[in-house]
């Protein structure tokens, strides 16, 4: 499976932005999928996941309430809404997919290249 995410660019404090991570080369319906963001010189830092069989979401405790998780299997696309965005979330933004929902990177054996999210205050 491969991974694309996409969606991401420049936005101000406050603004919204939703980000895709589209599957090619087979289905995401048997994965769990998570998304990740890094930013120069920190480790990647867990988002968002969500389960694949009925959906089950989970946002990392600061983010949850604000971004939100969501997939399509018929589109074989999982989005991440994001919402009140403040300059903190600026970072690169990865897809991956894996077989469990869980918050660890290492769980997840296929990773998309990543989009720029950029938060101006």
């Known amino acids: 499976v491969q991974l694309q995410a996409s969606g991401g660019g420049l936005v101000q404090a406050g603004g919204s932005l939703r980000i895709s991570c589209a599957a090619s080369?087979?289905?995401?319906?048997?994965?769990?999928v998570g998304w990740f963001r890094q930013v120069p010189g920190k480790e990647r830092e867990f988002v968002a996941a969500?389960?694949?069989?009925?959906?089950?979401?989970y946002v990392e405790d600061s983010m949850k309430d604000r971004f939100t998780i969501s997939r399509d299997n018929a589109q074989n696309t999982v989005y991440l809404q994001m919402n009140s965005l403040k300059p903190e979330d600026t970072a690169v933004y990865y897809c991956a997919a894996g077989p469990l929902r869980t918050v660890d990177p290492d769980d997840y054996e296929f990773w998309g290249q990543g989009t720029l999210v950029t938060v101006s205050s």
């Open positions: 969500i389960g694949w069989s009925i959906g089950a979401t």
């Open positions: 080369g087979g289905t995401l319906s048997p994965y769990a």
